[in-house]
């Protein structure tokens, strides 16, 4: 069992930024992917960015490369995403999620994540 706690979201103005933490407790003790999804009013759940944990691997969306970056601690088994030039449609709730398979690529189906925090909300008002 993994346990996952986000962190980190909040009301900003458009253009600016905010930074999401995951923390995850549990059965951490061994390589897994940690990734950001987002999930907006009436659409579906959404991959944003993910890494592996050796930090090597990443990827993102490419409605946020060269705006978000994620990043992982391993010594606190924590997941960073920061989020600059923040859009409207950045609004969402987002979720981390942890995925156990052993891949060296960074899934990105929803289906692929085994674990899954509550969610904090990130609202960006113009």
């Known amino acids: 069992q993994v346990q996952l706690e986000e962190s980190g979201g909040g009301l900003v103005q458009r253009g600016g930024s905010l930074r999401l933490s995951c923390s995850a407790s549990?059965?951490?003790?061994?390589?897994?992917?940690m990734a950001w999804f987002r999930q907006a009013p009436g659409q579906e759940r959404e991959f944003v960015a993910g890494i592996r944990r050796s930090g090597i691997n990443t990827r993102y969306a490419d409605s946020v490369k060269g705006r978000f970056t994620i990043s992982t601690d391993n010594a606190r088994n924590t997941a960073y995403l920061q989020m600059n030039s923040l859009k409207s449609e950045d609004t969402a709730v987002y979720y981390c999620?942890?995925?156990?398979?052993?891949?060296?690529?960074?899934?990105?189906?929803?289906?692929?994540?085994?674990?899954w925090g509550q969610g904090t909300q990130v609202t960006v008002s113009s």
């Open positions: 549990g059965r951490t003790d061994r390589p897994y992917t």
């Open positions: 999620a942890v995925d156990l398979a052993s891949t060296v690529v960074v899934r990105t189906t929803v289906d692929e994540y085994d674990y």
